[in-house]
T-cell receptor, first 115, second 111 residues
Framework: DTGVSQDPRHKITKRGQNVTFRCDPI?????LYWYRQTLGQGPEFLTY????????KSRLLSDRFSAERPKGSFSTLEIQRTEQGDSAMYLC?????????????FGPGTRLTVL | LAKTTQPISLDSYEGQEVNITCSHN???????ITWYQQFPSQGPRFIIQ???TKVTNEVASLFIPADRKSSTLSLPRVSLSDTAVYYC????????????FGRGTSLIVHP
């Protein structure tokens, strides 16, 4: 069990640029979540996948945000035309299965800074 | 989704027991209660989960009264390394589970 990994750990970009983050969940974990976290706040849900299907999207996920999980394994989160308000920590978490007693395992996060 | 309420912050000293209470008045029958710990610039880490009564693991204990409208995370003999933010979540992971994190409780352990 190598844990959830995220890449890159840090990203600095200029306003208007596109960025893409990658998340590799724990193998055989069917469910994958993306969150955004700003300073002093708890993680805010963005979207989640059950295998390759994207099942829920938050209203926080504007049309500049897109997420994929093409083969039900790793996932990418892309932000187009970044804005300064997108600066945050982006967290990924995976869960084995939709069982009532399952827990999420989080990655270390990707810190995005938009200049 | 059951909304949770926790204290914003707590201060303690090394060696003391710390109890953090979470209120979740409208918890549903199928909901479990899960606590996470988060250090700065890291993702949250699972601490403990329970449904009713008491659960204990090597890190903490979780006390849940019969009405399940609240829960208490107990950290025995805290150390400086327990300084972190603690989140209480309730939900049923067997369906369309969308975890809702509040602001959590910021625990500061003093020497």
């Amino acid at each position: 069990d190598t844990g959830v990994s995220q890449d890159p750990r840090h990203k600095i970009t200029k306003r208007g640029q596109n960025v893409t983050f990658r998340c590799d969940p724990i193998s055989e974990h069917n469910r994958l979540y993306w969150y955004r976290q700003t300073l002093g706040q708890g993680p805010e849900f963005l979207t989640y996948f059950q295998n390759e299907a994207q099942l829920e999207k938050s209203r926080l996920l504007s049309d500049r945000f897109s997420a994929e999980r093409p083969k039900g394994s790793f996932s990418t989160l892309e932000i187009q035309r970044t804005e300064q308000g997108d600066s945050a920590m982006y967290l990924c978490a995976s869960m084995r299965t939709a069982n009532q007693a399952d827990t999420q395992y989080f990655g270390p996060g990707t810190r995005l800074t938009v200049l | 989704l059951a909304k949770t309420t926790q204290p914003i912050s707590l201060d303690s000293y090394e060696g003391q027991e710390v109890n953090i209470t979470c209120s979740h008045n409208n918890i549903a029958t199928n909901d479990y209660i899960t606590w996470y710990q988060q250090f700065p610039s890291q993702g949250p880490r699972f601490i403990i989960q329970g449904y009713k009564t008491k659960v204990t693991n090597e890190v903490a204990s979780l006390f849940i009264p019969a009405d399940r409208k609240s829960s208490t995370l107990s950290l025995p003999r805290v150390s400086l390394s327990d300084t972190a933010v603690y989140y209480c979540l309730v939900g049923y992971t067997g369906g369309s589970y969308i975890p809702t994190f509040g602001r959590g409780t910021s625990l500061i352990v003093h020497p």
